[in-house]
T-cell receptor, first 115, second 114 residues
Framework: DSGVTQTPKHLITATGQRVTLRCSPRSGDLSVYWYQQSLDQGLQFLIQYYNGEERAKGNILERFSAQQFPDLHSELNLSSLELGDSALYFC??????????????FGEGSRLTVL | TQLLEQSPQFLSIQEGENLTVYCNSSSVFSSLQWYRQEPGEGPVLLVTVVTGGEVKKLKRLTFQFGDARKDSSLHITAAQPGDTGLYLCAGSSYSGAGSYQLTFGKGTKLSVIP
């Protein structure tokens, strides 16, 4: 158990819909990262928040947005869903803002299926 | 965009065999991490290597960081069924404003057959 909690574990929805994925980081971790994992693209970095502020942005689509709340939990909002958005979405957390040599702790992921 | 190429993509071996998986890039990384991911779970960190030429051992697993800090290898001795999983390498690079970004390879899927 990494200490990172993600909900829901599975989600099935239709094209055009909007979903929200939730993440609670490990106790004491201030950074939250969102990754998308698909068979063809591997693990792709989407966005990082540190102590409530956006810190780094990766390959996140404009249809996707995220935020980190004062209690440090984070939500990833995916809207106008397309078939290609079907993937595993992982949340990870770390103690500090820089992950150069530190460890990322991953949750078990949310599997999104868009029909 | 910095890319990490992992090879082989798939590897199926018999219990007791040795194997090496590779992680290559044209970019220099500040550090390189190896993670293992099992079905239905998130990746779990195995090791971090920082210095060019560094070798780290974790029981039957040996990790090496290339001298130029562009590539890495993972060698497993006497593989066991419990080693089965997706092995991911991740390179860390400075992205500005005090932040580092981890770039992951697509992974090597290892199956160890009893």
């Amino acid at each position: 158990d990494s200490g990172v909690t993600q909900t829901p574990k599975h989600l099935i929805t239709a094209t055009g819909q909007r979903v929200t994925l939730r993440c609670s980081p490990r106790s004491g971790d201030l950074s939250v990262y969102w990754y998308q994992q698909s068979l063809d693209q591997g693990l792709q970095f989407l966005i990082q928040y540190y102590n409530g502020e956006e810190r780094a942005k990766g390959n996140i689509l404009e249809r996707f947005s995220a935020q980190q709340f004062p209690d440090l939990h984070s939500e990833l909002n995916l809207s106008s869903l397309e078939l290609g958005d079907s993937a595993l979405y992982f949340c990870a957390s770390s103690v500090g803002v820089a992950v150069n040599t530190g460890e990322l702790f991953f949750g078990e992921g949310s599997r999104l299926t868009v029909l | 965009t910095q890319l990490l190429e992992q090879s082989p993509q798939f590897l199926s071996i018999q219990e007791g065999e040795n194997l090496t998986v590779y992680c290559n890039s044209s970019s220099v990384f500040s550090s390189l991490q190896w993670y293992r991911q099992e079905p239905g779970e998130g990746p779990v960190l195995l090791v971090t290597v920082v210095t060019g030429g560094e070798v780290k051992k974790l029981k039957r697993l040996t990790f090496q960081f290339g001298d130029a800090r562009k590539d890495s290898s993972l060698h497993i001795t006497a593989a066991q069924p419990g080693d089965t999983g997706l092995y991911l390498c991740a390179g860390s690079s400075y992205s500005g404003a005090g932040s580092y970004q981890l770039t992951f390879g697509k992974g090597t899927k290892l199956s160890v057959i009893p």
